[in-house]
């Protein structure tokens, strides 16, 4: 009997470190799901698909592009529900949590970007921007796979330029560096324009003819000089603050005390 139950004791012990070792992964490293549609804004295909395009995207750049909708924020910002549920779902990848999760609140149009480690440095505030005007539109038009698309797409270039040492903002842009050769030829081309409209416009003013004296252009005794002066009583000064370009990412600390980059709106 004391046997049976030692045997017994040991196979639960044994079962136990076997689901330890199924589930360490996700709970201490990797969710499982980075496409979160808790206000079913996605039909069940379009939410395999952009699962797909997102893991895919993650997965080759080492960091971990999320999306995610709510039906309501609660009492929180959007920033902050964002940097929450980043923080709460343990995205990010490696040491330093690399990713960035973009979440969409219905309640109010909210929208939030939630930036960490890596990803920080490579979605500026300009990247940002440069995402989120293209994807507002999608959603105001309740596009919602086209957006979440776009938002996976533009991630993920922007984060493979940043990964080559040329990230987005700070007065670069998205995309391939212009060729050297198009310098010379875009003066030229530039000089070539002008030059026609210069002609172009000179052809009709042919007859006009130019006069070397300007008192021709006077009518006699039509000028009077007369003196005024006025005074100076009060002086306004109005300042404002000229805020700095979104160079930066955002940073700020979420509820949990870790470091963010993020950015908020409406759609």
Partial sequence: MKKRRKLLAVGILFLAVLAGWATGGEASGHPSERILDQADLLTDREESR??????????????????????????????????????????GTGTERDGIL??????????AISTSGFAMQAFSLDGQT?????????????????AFQTYANLSAELV??????????????????????????????????????????????KSVTGEKLAARYIVPKSFHLTVRQDQLIRK????????????????????????????????
């Avoid at 903002?169 to 002008?194: D, R």
């Fill in 130 to 146: 440069y995402i989120m005007d293209q994807v507002k539109p999608l959603l105001g038009e309740e596009e919602y796979f086209q």
């Fill in 236 to 267: 306004f000064v109005t300042t404002r603050r000229i805020e700095k370009s979104g160079s930066g990412s955002g940073a700020h600390t979420s509820s949990s005390g870790r470091t963010h980059g993020g950015s908020s709106g409406k759609f």
């Fill in 50 to 91: 952009l699962s797909q395009l997102l893991d895919r995207y993650s997965q080759k750049n080492q960091c971990d592009i999320v999306a995610a909708t709510v039906d309501s924020l609660g009492n929180k910002t959007a920033q902050e529900a964002a940097d929450d549920l980043f923080d709460e779902k343990g995205y």
């Fill in 160 to 205: 493979e330029q940043a990964r080559e040492g040329n990230p987005y903002g700070e007065g670069k842009s998205s995309g391939k560096p212009v060729p050297l050769y198009w310098i010379p030829v875009s003066i030229i081309l530039g000089m070539g324009l002008a030059w026609v409209f210069g002609r172009i416009r000179a052809s009709a003013l």
């Fill in 102 to 111: 973009l979440l969409v609140s219905m309640e109010r149009r909210d929208w």
